[in-house]
Nanobody, 118 residues
Framework: QVQFVESGGGLVQPGGSLRLSCVASDSIMSTYNMNWYRQAPGKQRELVAGVSSRGFSTDYADSVKGRFTISRDNAKKTVYLQMNTLKLEDTAVYYC???????????WGQGTQVTVSS
């Protein structure tokens, strides 16, 4: 099963930026959609953004449109999430996974904590 290591999270003030990275364990990731998810305390995990296998198509949750950008580098087996104009409500653990957004088939990693606080 494909595994992931997420990194890049941290503590940031409202309006700040962070860039998350997710490295996959298998080059098979280059043939599938990749997605970022997040889970805030007491809430269910939700889809944040997705990118097609070659990076030509992206999709975003309404709550992050215009602020977040997903991209990928298949040669590095890595997917990125550039997060700008961060809000308090973006605070969550962020995860990546592979495949259809509603039914990803990779192993969930540890995620990376993003905390937006003044």
């Amino acid at each position: 099963q494909v595994q992931f290591v997420e990194s890049g999270g941290g503590l940031v003030q409202p309006g700040g930026s962070l860039r998350l990275s997710c490295v996959a364990s298998d080059s098979i990731m280059s043939t599938y959609n990749m997605n970022w998810y997040r889970q805030a305390p007491g809430k269910q995990r939700e889809l944040v953004a997705g990118v097609s296998s070659r990076g030509f198509s992206t999709d975003y949750a309404d709550s992050v449109k215009g602020r977040f950008t997903i991209s990928r580098d298949n040669a590095k087996k890595t997917v990125y999430l550039q997060m700008n104009t961060l809000k308090l409500e973006d605070t969550a653990v962020y995860y990546c996974n592979i495949g259809p957004a509603g039914s990803p088939f990779g192993s969930w990693g540890q995620g990376t904590q993003v905390t937006v606080s003044s």
